[in-house]
């Protein structure tokens, strides 16, 4: 089975701190996403990764910036957070071919 | 702007009946096409994939697939009460890695 980890299920910060979401994934994926999801926005894109060290932006990257080192690993580094930014956060990786993604359990920020 | 729609419900069905669940797309050249099942407060859990036009069965469900309307839907047959959840739609376009997901519909199954 696919099993993709995140750091924290949930997480409260305060405003201006540096937050950091790590994701996990053991498949051996070449692709990782991070997304938000807000009540009646749905799923957003924030940031994509294609391969290590190689990432693209998202439909919503502003405020957040993202690090993949390893190939399992992908992480999003909020570097101030504020208080818009808080969201439930997940984590999804898909291999390049068949495209299904498999998602984490996310993470429930809080940003006060 | 891609766009995937889906009626937000929510979709009402009673214990073992059919419920189904529509989803259309913009992107033409879309290619690849999933469904995903959603609890309150979880993560969404991949439930079919489909790739070609026409029908896809596991289990209880069936996914059916229209390029030429821009189609997509989701069928759950004998629905129970565990079923009771939103189901997100998803398109990825070819020749990209982004997906799109549609808002998704709520599926309430009465016992």
């Known amino acids: 089975d696919v099993k993709v980890t995140q750091s924290s299920r949930y997480l409260v910060k305060r405003t201006g701190e540096k937050v950091f979401l790590e994701c996990v994934q053991d498949?051996?994926?070449?692709?990782m996403f991070w997304y938000r999801q807000d009540p009646g926005l749905g799923l957003r894109l924030i940031y994509f990764?294609?391969?290590?060290?190689?990432?693209e932006k998202g439909d919503i990257p502003e405020g957040y910036s993202v690090s993949r080192e390893k190939k399992e690993r992908f992480s999003l580094i909020l570097e101030s957070a504020s208080t818009n930014q808080t969201s439930m956060y997940l984590c999804?990786?898909?291999?390049?071919?068949?495209?299904?993604?498999?998602f984490g359990p996310g993470t429930r920020l809080t940003v006060t | 702007q891609k766009e995937v729609e889906q009626n937000s419900g929510p979709l009402s069905v009673p214990e073992g009946a059919i419920a189904s669940l529509n989803c259309t797309y913009s992107?033409?050249?879309?290619?690849?096409f999933f469904w995903y099942r959603q609890y309150s407060g979880k993560s969404p859990e991949l439930i079919m994939s489909?790739?070609?036009?026409g029908d896809k069965e596991d289990g209880r469900f069936t996914a059916q697939l229209n390029k030429a309307s821009q189609y997509v839907s989701l069928l759950i047959r004998d629905s129970q009460p565990s079923d009771s959840a939103t189901y997100l739609c998803?398109?990825?376009?070819?020749?990209?890695?982004?997906?799109?997901f549609g808002t998704g519909t709520r599926l309430k199954v009465l016992a």
């Open positions: 489909i790739y070609s036009n």
């Open positions: 992107d033409r050249v879309s290619q690849s």
């Open positions: 999804a990786s898909s291999p390049d071919t068949p495209y299904e993604q498999y």
């Open positions: 998803a398109v990825r376009a070819s020749g990209t890695y982004k997906y799109i």
């Open positions: 498949m051996d994926h070449e692709n």
């Open positions: 990764s294609y391969d290590v060290k190689m990432k």
